[in-house]
T-cell receptor, first 115, second 111 residues
Framework: DSGVTQTPKHLITATGQRVTLRCSPR?????VYWYQQSLDQGLQFLIQ???????AKGNILERFSAQQFPDLHSELNLSSLELGDSALYFC??????????????FGNGTRLTVT | DAKTTQPTSMDCAEGRAANLPCNHS???????VYWYRQIHSQGPQYIIH???NNETNEMASLIITEDRKSSTLILPHATLRDTAVYYC????????????FGPGTRLSVLP
């Protein structure tokens, strides 16, 4: 158990809809990262937050947004969903703002299916 | 872009040591070598990381060559539950977008 909690585990929704994925980081971790893993692609970095502030952006679509709240949990919002958004979405957390000597610890993901 | 090169797949007999190589010839002096694994569709699991010295924990050992251009992850007594995709990542003091996962090595532990 990594200590990172993601909810829900599974989500099935229709095209055009909006969903919210939730992540609670490990106790004491201030950084939260979101990754997407599709069947035909590897783990793709989406976005990073540190203590409530956005730190880095990857290949995150404009239809997607995220935030980190004062209690350090984070939410990833996906809107106007398309079939191609079906994927596993992972959250990770770490102690530090920048990595280096600070491992990321991953949750077990939310499996999103868009029909 | 991933800065590491790993074999696509490897087999290992159950109970034997699994030695997973990784090349990172362009590694910088302040970059760490990290290893993760992903079992089926679970979240990537942190295994070990190091800078220049060899490291050991309860899961594995990490051997880094003196020139730091390659490393080997050693699972001393592989079990069927170690079947997974293993990722080698090099990482400096950067923000998250530089924590890049390549395709990894698919390790199959055979009975």
């Amino acid at each position: 158990d990594s200590g990172v909690t993601q909810t829900p585990k599974h989500l099935i929704t229709a095209t055009g809809q909006r969903v919210t994925l939730r992540c609670s980081p490990r106790s004491g971790d201030l950084s939260v990262y979101w990754y997407q893993q599709s069947l035909d692609q590897g783990l793709q970095f989406l976005i990073q937050y540190y203590n409530g502030e956005e730190r880095a952006k990857g290949n995150i679509l404009e239809r997607f947004s995220a935030q980190q709240f004062p209690d350090l949990h984070s939410e990833l919002n996906l809107s106007s969903l398309e079939l191609g958004d079906s994927a596993l979405y992972f959250c990770a957390s770490s102690v530090a703002d920048r990595t280096g000597n600070s491992p990321l610890h991953f949750g077990n993901g939310t499996r999103l299916t868009v029909t | 872009d991933a800065k590491t090169t790993q074999p696509t797949s490897m087999d290992c007999a159950e109970g034997r040591a699994a030695n997973l190589p990784c090349n990172h010839s362009t590694i910088s002096g302040n970059e760490y070598v990290y290893w993760y694994r992903q079992i089926h569709s679970q979240g990537p699991q942190y295994i070990i990381h190091g800078l220049k010295n060899n490291e050991t924990n309860e899961m594995a050992s990490l051997i880094i060559t003196e020139d730091r251009k390659s490393s080997t992850l050693i699972l001393p007594h592989a079990t069927l539950r170690d079947t997974a995709v293993y990722y080698c990542i090099v990482r400096g003091y950067n923000y998250g977008q530089n924590f890049v996962f390549g395709p990894g090595t698919r390790l199959s532990v055979l009975p």
